[in-house]
């Protein structure tokens, strides 16, 4: 219950982009408010962008402001999360979540963490 899948992870260079998917199964994305996490290795996990459950409203974190986009298909039920001009720093773990209003952070996590899918920015 409120566990999703994401995929579209990958090895790419420094100003690259990649899109990540968010995939809902067993439930109705379009009730919940949606949000993007990353983990780096040796840190803790931090909020990168959410969206309401409507798409009309989207919250970034300062360091992936100008760069990645967070949108949703509530047709498909899927969320995404569209990452041009990526940095090494960018390097993580990706997940998505359902969360609760009005923070954008791991302690507002509904339901449970999911698998991740990995992004690596490197020459």
């Known amino acids: 219950q409120l566990q999703l899948v994401e995929s579209g992870g990958g090895l790419v260079q420094p100003g690259g982009s990649l899109r990540l998917s968010c995939a809902a199964s067993?439930?109705?994305?379009?009730?919940?408010?949606i949000g993007w996490f990353r983990q780096a290795p040796g840190k803790d996990r931090e909020g990168v962008s959410c969206?309401?459950?409507?798409?009309?409203?989207?919250d970034y974190a300062d360091s992936v402001k100008g760069r990645f986009t967070i949108s949703r298909d509530n047709a498909k039920n899927t969320v995404y999360l569209q990452m041009n001009s990526l940095k090494p720093e960018d390097t993580a773990v990706y997940y998505c979540?359902?969360?609760?209003?009005?923070?954008?952070?791991?302690?507002?996590?509904?339901?449970?963490w999911g698998q991740g899918t990995q992004v690596t920015v490197s020459s």
């Open positions: 067993g439930f109705r994305l379009d009730y919940y408010r």
């Open positions: 979540a359902a969360v609760r209003f009005p923070l954008c952070r791991p302690s507002s996590l509904l339901g449970s």
């Open positions: 969206i309401s459950s409507s798409g009309e409203s989207t």
